[in-house]
């Protein structure tokens, strides 16, 4: 099975925040992203950049999609959004933790959700009628 090419961004995206994370937390960051503010601050923007590749194209979609899909990620995207304002504002590692883990969760959430799609999508692709439908007004 192939994974649409917004979900390849993401999925290298994401695997970039979560090296960047494992090197803070065992204490080897690159130079100048010791602190948890500075990888967290990258580690949100390669998130947010994930969301705007995967998500993004296909908002419309989503907001009259599968409602459950909606709320669940809504939900741990709200977790992300605490997360991460505790990260900036009190430099809090559990706050970074909670943003890692959330990111990793919705970004294994989409890429299901959309590998899915694609197969359900591309198998249900019959050839339709060739003229338009005739309508009575």
Known sequence: MRLPN???????????????????AVGSAPPGMSSTRASGSVILVLGFAASASA?????DK???????Y???TAL???VALIGGMQMLINASDAGLAVVMVA???LWL??????SLLARTGSASRTP??????????
């Open 103 to 105: 990111m990793a969760v």
């Open 55 to 59: 998500v993004v194209p296909t908002f």
């Open 76 to 78: 741990i995207g709200v």
């Open 128 to 137: 339709g009628p060739t003229y338009a439908p005739r309508h009575g007004w």
């Open 62 to 68: 989503l907001l009259h999609g599968n409602r459950a």
């Open 109 to 114: 959430i989409a890429t299901v959700h959309h």
């Open 70 to 72: 909606l709320a669940v």
């Open 6 to 24: 917004r979900d390849v961004i993401a999925t290298g995206l994401v695997a970039a925040a979560g090296l960047l994370y494992v090197l803070w």
